[in-house]
């Protein structure tokens, strides 16, 4: 009984994704593992997808910081609190979901940019132990395209089910990679349209 309860479990973590975002699932490649840093238990994420838009298309994309609440799921809010030459302070809230769990999130991050090619966050302090991660933009020669690279390192401040976590953090990346790479390719396609 507890097996078949478990397995249900993990059938409803799997992500509910919109049309769009599904088509987007199958470019997507997603890996999260636990992994133990000095002692301390956290999640690593290695995410990447393409998209038909050049470099330049994309960081404009990700670097408009207060317009991602607009199409990345359980992000409230985005704000930008200061900008200091390639330094950015970034104030998120959102929410954490998995099931019948709904926790509220708070970041304050500090992002570093490298101009068409990297973008480093850095925890500043909000509702996580522990908050780092990079995307990096590779341009795609043969399409004129771009491969988008996400990278991260995270430990919750806040409960997450030991066996399910890996499940429940990797549908959130599924689901905020999906919006993000929709999110290009359709700016891109209105542009060249």
Known sequence: MKRLFLCLLMLCAVPATAPAQAIRLDKLKVEVKRIEVDGQRMYEVDASGSVQAPPASV???????????????????????SRNGNEVIIEQQGMARFLF????????????????????????????????????????????????VFSSRLM?????????????????????????????DSQYAEKAG
Request: charge should be neutral; charged fraction near 20%; aromatic fraction near 8%.
């Open 59 to 81: 960081w404009k994309t990700l670097t408009t910081y207060e317009r991602m609440s607009e199409f990345v799921p359980d992000l409230s809010s985005c704000r930008v609190l």
């Open 101 to 148: 769990m709904n926790h509220p999130i708070h970041l304050v991050v500090r992002a570093t940019e490298t101009p068409l090619t990297a973008i480093d966050i850095a925890l500043i302090s909000g509702d996580m132990r522990h908050y780092e991660s990079r995307w990096n933009l590779y341009p795609v020669p043969e399409t004129g395209g771009t491969r988008i």
């Open 156 to 184: 919750p401040g806040f409960y997450v089910p030991g066996m399910l976590g890996t499940t429940m953090i990797r549908g959130d990346i599924e689901r905020m990679m999906a919006a993000v790479l929709t999110r290009i």
